[in-house]
């Protein structure tokens, strides 16, 4: 049986793939191996496809180790190329664990060990590299509740930044528009990553969870659910409301945020980092979406075309009080040792936000 064989050991079974990449000096350049990936996305059978022709994926296995080779190399920085490239290619097989209502015949590899395993070799060197950002002894010893009201706290309302300033005085109608398009690759699935950690025990942590998850999906009905809004106003400014349409305008940065959270919901043992990441968001969140209002209503924009910003400053509000209140601090109480990763997931959300954010701008601000 392929599955046997291939659950006995990823490596093993993928040597030769991974030898041939090693002894080629055929890279492909970084697009033409996003295109044999989502190839391989659709391949009929594509464990058994790899194991019987290793030459298959060389050209790809060796593109990819030389972006990983490139992206990481250097603590300080992340080179452009090489993490679009991952990033994207890492997007496309995340995505698999959502239904899109679309042709079913994409998710013929969606238990893939072989997609599996490209997918753990980015995260493991990407994942080593933001770990490395912070010092986590420093989290250790922290008081956590504290530590969580503070930061709650200051980040409910932070200071004008000029990214802020740059958004609320100076965007153009085409930059908001590009904006709207950027958004659209999350608004328009809304917190469909929540669901992956709902299930199982019932306490008052996963039952504030939910409630969450209901306001956002508009406690079943499609005309109040929140990416119905973000569709109508994307309608307004005409842009195409379908799901990845935008897709290539997306800064990688972005895509990384997306990917981080992926990786944090679907590894039950990282739920404490992922409670505390999406504790920043919905704090956070109110103050970023009153940038996008003030910058609508500037521009002389509809109800429509800014309604998804009013109806989230509103409701965001309340769920970034019920995370720490009713989330955060009752795990600190049930994992007294291991609280610290709320602090650590917190900051890490904060970090790549930040960083998503300036990517975003720059790209509108390129666009203006």
Not at 13 to 27: E, G, I, Q, T, V
Not at 141 to 156: G, H, I, N, P
Not at 301 to 324: C, K
Request: charged share 20%; hydrophobic share 40%; aromatic share 12%.
């Amino acid at each position: 049986m392929v599955i046997s064989r291939l659950s006995k050991s990823w490596q093993d079974a993928f040597l030769p793939s991974l030898n041939y990449a090693r002894s080629s000096s055929a890279a492909l350049s970084y697009a033409d191996a996003e295109q044999q990936l989502v190839q391989f996305l659709t391949t009929h059978d594509l464990d058994q496809q790899v194991l019987s022709q290793p030459g298959l994926t060389g050209e790809f296995e060796a593109t990819l180790e030389q972006a990983l080779k490139l992206s990481y190399a250097d603590p300080s920085q992340l080179p452009e190329a090489e993490n679009r490239f991952l990033h994207r290619i890492l997007y496309q097989i995340n995505r698999l664990n959502f239904v899109w209502y679309g042709d079913l015949n994409q998710y013929n590899n969606e238990r893939s060990v072989y997609l599996q395993w490209i997918r753990d070799r980015i995260e493991v060197s990407w994942q080593r590299w933001e770990t490395a950002q912070f010092d986590l002894e420093q989290f250790q010893q922290l008081d956590v509740k504290q530590a969580l009201r503070e930061r709650s706290r200051l980040d409910l309302e932070p200071p004008l930044s000029a990214g802020k300033h740059y958004i609320r005085e100076q965007l153009s109608s085409a930059g908001y528009r590009h904006l709207i398009a950027i958004a659209s690759l999350d608004g328009l699935v809304e917190s469909s990553r929540l669901c992956h950690i709902l299930g199982g025990a019932s306490n008052e942590v996963q039952a504030t969870l939910i409630r969450v998850l209901l306001e956002e999906y508009g406690n079943g009905r499609l005309s109040r659910k929140h990416s119905t809004f973000f569709a109508q106003m994307m309608q307004e400014l005409a842009l195409d409301p379908t799901p990845e349409a935008y897709f290539d305008w997306v800064p990688w940065q972005v895509l990384a945020a997306i990917n981080h959270n992926f990786l944090l919901t679907q590894r039950k043992r990282h739920f404490l980092r992922y409670i505390g990441g999406f504790t920043y968001f919905e704090i956070v969140g109110p103050s970023i979406y009153r940038d996008y209002m003030a910058a609508a209503s500037r521009l002389g924009l509809s109800e429509t075309a800014m309604g998804y910003w009013e109806l989230h400053i509103r409701e965001d509000e309340r769920h970034g009080q019920w995370m720490v209140e009713q989330a955060c601090l009752p795990l600190v109480d049930l994992y007294p040792e291991q609280a610290w990763e709320l602090v650590w997931g917190y900051e890490q959300e904060k970090s790549m936000g930040d960083r998503a954010g300036a990517a975003v701008i720059a790209a509108i601000q390129n666009q203006d």
